[in-house]
């Protein structure tokens, strides 16, 4: 079966640090990728998909960055924190191919609480 | 993706049938009607999804409009573990590769 891994579960950070949060998925192959940013008291919103290694696509302009090394793997960055990045981050992914059903399947998420 | 609408919130007791009405008047004909719930502190998890006929699986039915503007997602006998934001998502036929667009959804609040 699938599972999605997130770290850290949460995280407090000062204003102007670096940020580094990483995605596995385990079981299967070629998934699409996804990085969603849930502000307090506000809807989902996507930030990041990837279709494949090295592969990224931005739907939100902001100071935040994602790269996929492995094929399984999904990372979010940031080289200097803003106080609006602090939420919760959700990593997702999506089988590829024919015949296969198109659910999304979200990770645990990271709490982030930028200070 | 087209657009939704759904009530903020709505209030039901436990054991009772919940009825979560979502309404997509500018729905178009190869587009799929996705539900996803988030509990508290949790990501999102699929629920169920239809085109056309009416859907059941273990978690919930989907009762779909014969014009397709408009879905009910309904939960057979409401547990206090259903207590949640339910979305209505549209997706057009296959998906895509992008990701999804969440409203603000319902949030169901379940009384003991």
């Known amino acids: 079966s699938q599972t999605i891994h997130q770290w850290p579960a949460t995280l407090v950070q000062p204003v102007g640090s670096p940020l580094s949060l990483e995605c596995t998925v385990e079981g299967t192959s070629n998934p699409n990728l996804y990085w969603y940013r849930q502000a307090a008291g506000r809807g989902l919103q996507l930030l990041f998909y990837?279709?494949?290694?090295?592969?990224i696509s931005s739907e939100v302009p902001q100071n935040l960055s994602a790269s996929r090394p492995q094929d399984r793997q999904f990372i979010l960055s940031s080289k200097k924190l803003l106080l609006s990045d602090s939420g919760f981050y959700l990593c997702?992914?999506?089988?590829?191919?024919?015949?296969?059903?198109?659910?999304?399947?979200f990770g645990p998420g990271t709490r982030l609480t930028v200070t | 993706d087209a657009k939704t609408t759904q009530p903020n919130s709505m209030e039901s007791n436990e054991e009772e049938p919940v009825h979560l009405p979502c309404n997509h008047s500018?729905?178009?004909?190869?587009?799929?009607i996705h539900w996803y719930r988030q509990l508290p502190s949790q990501g999102p998890e699929y629920v169920i999804h239809g085109l056309t006929s009416n859907v059941n699986n273990r978690m919930a039915s989907l009762a779909i409009a014969e014009d397709r503007k408009s879905s009910t997602l309904i939960l057979h006998r409401a547990t206090l573990r259903d207590a949640a934001v339910y979305y209505c998502i549209l997706r057009t036929s296959g998906g895509g590769a992008d990701g999804l667009t969440f409203g603000k959804g319902t949030h169901l609040i379940i009384q003991p």
């Open positions: 500018t729905i178009s004909g190869t587009d799929y």
């Open positions: 997702a992914w999506r089988e590829t191919g024919t015949g296969v059903s198109y659910e999304q399947y």
């Open positions: 990837s279709v494949g290694i090295g592969q």
